[in-house]
């Protein structure tokens, strides 16, 4: 258990300390991220007002310079009429208003479309003659600033003199419409975002404005309020051609706003015009505020992922600790068991060593009494005046004491066979009524001789069983001899044999001393005897009993006792009966 605990606070404090790692580590870079956002949406916003100025610069340029390539070197002839090749570059190159031809009394004679040409129009009695005198007298291209257009809105005139050799032949006058560049390059920027664009040209006049298209043809500086001092600076580094990024306050009719502008010069030929990306900070802040839920749901995902992990980590310790447990628990089981074996095996090994010497004692005994009564008797025998009757007698106690070491040894020999599992059966199909009474027959002088009745029921046909005769036989006098020896004269014995459940069961029974109870097991065991004057009286070894269990469970049988103390004992065996 305390190993289990050990584990869980060791991984809770790893795990506290990794989310102490990650949350730091966010917090750091918390700071950085806001900077670096803000940078990079700056970049941004003057990648795409620089992308815009570049775009309308050559667009601009590439219709001067489709004009110019119509206007070298035309002879009187050529003159005169221009208009399809007016009309190919009008339809050809997108964006112009009109082209149209001046002649060199500044009269418009000719020009494509027809309808927006003011044919007849004189600029000299119209007092609009400058750039027109400027463009013959320096003989090359002029542009003059964007003007209010006869059919609305703004263009810008692109005035190319018309020179054959040194003879000044007139002006190919082309009006490109502001509308065409600012559809084309700046209103698409603003596409689903807030705020808007404005281009603006050297002097402050507002050559588009994506939020108040009223203002166009207006000049901001003039527009400008004195509390609008930060927009002015903004408008006038425009003005000078700078790029750059700005933040600047903006004042609507109702509220307050913080605006970045983000500013690049449009440079074509002569001219300077700005183009300028104004967007709320706002806009800034809410990119901020996105990054930061993204951080905030990355820091979030890594924390549980950290406290999941710990959490695993620690049902596996758990697990892994039971499992431990369970075997610890085992092994302690199996030691505590194999010990009890041990201290067993230990008093059984005792048991054994004291039955080994009551055996040397009983055996050293038992051949011992036989050979001092021999011994006597040899002597008596030997005797010069012994009479015949005595000799006779010494001989029969010889006889006597010898058939009584060879039971010994034969007891011995049949239990060691026993024991070992070397006892060979001769097994055959017996007829139990026969051997029973065989044995009768061998016993019953002994049982007159102690004026014991001896009686015998059997059924009329009992079952044959399977087994060896001369054991079987052995068993029986066996039992009928102890019943014999432990039953007081006049006493009654009787063997009963009857067929019960597939089996033969033989009973002998006696009126004898009877067995305790606690012992009728133990009769059994070899060398047991029961601690009884009349058992000691009776002699014996103690290994018949032994004996008879030992062949009986080895024709696969079932030997026990019943008894009353002081009234009788009854030795009970069943046996398989015969079967085909
Ligand atoms: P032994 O008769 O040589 O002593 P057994 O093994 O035949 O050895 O018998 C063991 C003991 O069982 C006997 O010593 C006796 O105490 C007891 N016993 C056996 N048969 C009887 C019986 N019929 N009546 C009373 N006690 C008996």
Known sequence: ????????????????????????????????????????????????????????????????????????????????????????IYEETSGFYSIEFIDTNGVVVYGYPEYLAPIGYDLYAENRSSAFDSARDLRKTKISSPTPLFGGGLGSFIWVPVYEGENFRGVILGIIQMSTITERFLAPIMQNRTGYVYMIDSKGLSLYDGARSEVIGENYIKMLGENQSGWRDIIEKQMNGSEGTAVYLKEGDESKSEQIVAFAPVRWRNKIWSVAISVPVSEVDNLIRSVYAKQMIFLGTVIAIILCGSLGLIVMFSRWNKTLEAEVQSKTGDMIRMNKELVLANERLKELDKLKSDFVSMVSHELKTPLTAMRTSAQVLGLADA??????????????????????VNDLLDLSRIESGRMELKFERLSLDSLIADSIESVKQAASVEGIKLDVELPESLASVKGDREKLTQVVINLLNNAIKFTPRSGEIIIKARELNGQVEVKVS???????????????????????????????????????????????????????????????????????
């Not at 070298?72 to 009429?81: A, H, L, V």
């Not at 009479?387 to 010994?408: A, F, S």
């Open 1 to 88: 258990m305390k190993i289990n605990r050990d584990n869980r606070v060791v991984i809770l404090v790893i795990c506290i300390i990794l989310i102490c790692i990650v949350a730091s580590l966010g917090f750091k870079t918390h700071g950085e991220v806001e900077e670096i956002v803000q940078e990079q949406f700056n970049e941004q916003q003057l990648l795409l007002a620089r992308q815009a100025a570049l775009g309308i610069a050559g667009f601009a340029d590439e219709r001067v310079t489709s004009i110019e390539i119509l206007a070298r070197d035309r002879s009187s002839d050529e003159i005169t009429n221009l208009t399809p090749c007016f009309k190919t």
């Open 510 to 580: 006696d009126t004898g001393i009877g067995i305790p109870t606690e012992d009728l097991d133990s009769v059994f065991n070899k060398f047991y005897q029961v601690d009884s004057t009349l058992t000691r009286e009776a002699g014996g070894t103690g290994l018949g009993l032994a004996i008879c269990k030992g062949i009986i469970e080895a024709h696969r049988g079932r030997i026990w006792a019943e008894s009353e103390l002081g009234k009788g004992s009854t030795f009970i065996f069943r046996l398989e009966k015969w079967s085909d």
């Open 387 to 408: 009479g015949k009757e005595t000799k006779r007698e010494m001989l029969d106690i010889i006889l006597r004491n010898i058939d009584r070491q060879t039971n010994l």
